[in-house]
């Protein structure tokens, strides 16, 4: 089993910066890729990154591009997700999810694994 940790939501105001943590603890030996997600009320949960553990790539969906970025430490077992240029429509809860083997993916039934969330709100 793996668990997994969100921090560092919160408020700012568009054009703002967040920084979004995710601790996993658990079997982490076995978590190849790990992902973050978002879901805003009344919509499905969406992919917004997806990270290779042992290559360090990251695979973003189109809406972050450029304006996200992401990073693991893999000796902590900790994912970062730095989020700039935040934009009302970045208005969500955001989780952090892993999985094993496979490939980068911005699917959700791709993983295994979820935390709890944590909030991310943007005002314009």
């Known amino acids: 089993q793996v668990q997994l940790v969100e921090s560092g939501g919160g408020s700012v105001q568009a054009g703002g910066s967040l920084r979004l943590s995710c601790a996993a603890s658990?079997?982490?030996?076995?978590?190849?890729?790990m992902g973050w997600f978002r879901q805003a009320p009344g919509k499905q949960r969406e992919g917004v990154a997806s990270?290779?553990?042992?290559?360090?790539?990251?695979l973003f969906a189109d809406s972050v591009k450029g304006r996200f970025t992401s990073s693991s430490d893999n000796a902590k077992n900790t994912l970062v997700l730095q989020m700039n240029s935040l934009k009302p429509e970045d208005t969500a809860m955001y989780f952090c999810?892993?999985?094993?083997?496979?490939?980068?993916?911005?699917?959700?039934?791709?993983?295994?694994?979820w935390g709890q969330g944590t909030q991310v709100t943007v005002s314009s």
């Open positions: 999810a892993a999985k094993g083997r496979g490939s980068w993916s911005l699917r959700v039934d791709e993983y295994t694994y």
């Open positions: 658990g079997n982490t030996y076995s978590i190849e890729y």
């Open positions: 990270l290779s553990r042992r290559y360090g790539s990251t």
